[in-house]
């Protein structure tokens, strides 16, 4: 098994470098950084690993790496995870990646310095390789979305029948200009999503207009710029679709400014997160929608990972380790029947 001293060795950076890098409690340079982390997967070294060869006592404590504080779909996980940790008897350490794979190392680094017992994760990217060292070194089950190849243990819904679904709502509804703003496509939901609206499309002998699909990245102020490129397009854009509740807002926002009526001038859709979070109660989310069973998610998540911790395995005889929850459209009836 491979040393700190062999990656010290043969990336040429001291002990305290490396250790820092490990831990995350210090500033590392990008490059050092790169270099340490390829020296690491190249020599299997697994840190943690070392260290919990020689720890026998459980800390009851398990790791959550959110993908972003301001984002309302944590206000509906947290309420979710905190439940099933308090029924099992264990206590959380939140970490947030920001939706920044960088930054997301240095949670999991500092996850792992931590000790704690397991991880649930809002992954930034569906590649196994930034997840290899946390897989190997602890239970870890991901939430919303998935990792491929070798697949993490992931609750989630189905992101690709509900994207068709939303898709195929418009077409039969004779909606064939549509304007589609994606999520992001790193991550599982997205790339799930977009394969959904393409084979609706196909479905109907359609291919998406390239100029009416832009990258919204899942957040208000780029959503909304989306929107109202595709309003002022001059396509003559009858329909948009939304990756997901805040998406939603950006596209409210833009449609309100131009004074288009819903469904009448214009008919949207999208996927709707906002249930069971603090903006419930505040957001006039009137956008037919896809329901995402959030706080489901994470409590069914949570309590898997500790059941995993406990030397269980709740994941053993569903395909590719996923386990969905139930997705359900909610009609607010934003879609307008066109007669072609």
């Given amino acids: 098994m491979a040393s700190i001293y062999d990656i010290a060795r043969k990336t040429g950076y001291s002990i305290a470098t490396i250790s820092r890098y490990i831990n995350g409690s210090g500033y590392v340079s990008e490059k050092a950084a790169k270099i340490i982390a390829k020296a ?34 944590t206000g509906a996980l947290l309420p979710g995870i905190e439940a099933a940790a308090k029924e099992y008897g264990y206590t959380v350490i939140y970490y947030n990646s920001d939706e920044n794979p960088e930054q997301e190392q240095v949670a999991i680094r500092s996850l792992l310095h931590r000790q704690v017992d397991g991880a649930a994760i809002i992954p930034t990217t569906s590649e196994a390789g930034n997840y290899r060292l946390l897989m190997d070194s602890l239970p870890v089950v991901s939430m919303i979305r998935t990792v491929r190849s ?9 992101d690709y029948e509900a994207s068709y679904g ?78 997901n509740h805040i998406t939603g807002v950006g596209m409210l926002k833009a449609v309100n400014e131009k004074r288009l009526r819903i469904p009448e001038d214009i008919s949207l859709v999208t996927f709707d997160g906002l249930n ?65």
């Fill in 166 to 243: 939303l898709a195929e709502a418009l077409l039969k509804n004779g909606h064939r200009r549509i304007g589609f703003i994606q999520g992001l496509m790193r991550v599982s939901t997205g790339q799930d999503r977009w394969r959904g609206i393409v084979d609706a499309m196909k479905a109907y002998g359609l291919e998406p207009d390239p100029e009416l699909v832009i990258e919204g990245f899942y957040n208000g102020d780029d959503s909304y710029l989306a929107a109202k490129r595709i309003l002022e397009s001059g396509k003559q854009v009858t329909a948009i679709m939304g990756g």
């Fill in 150 to 158: 070798p697949a993490m243990p992931s609750v989630l819904v189905r």
């Fill in 276 to 340: 069971g979070s603090y903006m419930e109660n505040f957001v006039d989310f009137n956008i037919s929608s896809y329901f995402y069973p959030t706080r489901e998610i994470a409590e069914k998540a949570t309590g898997m990972l500790i059941e995993m911790v406990e030397g269980r395995d709740p994941f053993a005889g569903y395909s590719d380790r996923m386990v969905f929850v139930e997705s359900s459209f909610i009609d607010r009836h934003t879609i307008k029947k066109l007669d072609n």
């Fill in 40 to 73: 690491i997967e190249e020599e299997d070294y697994n840190p943690n690993l070392n260290a919990r060869s020689l720890v026998t006592k459980k800390s009851r404590t398990i790791g959550v790496i959110l993908n972003g504080l301001n984002n309302p779909t």
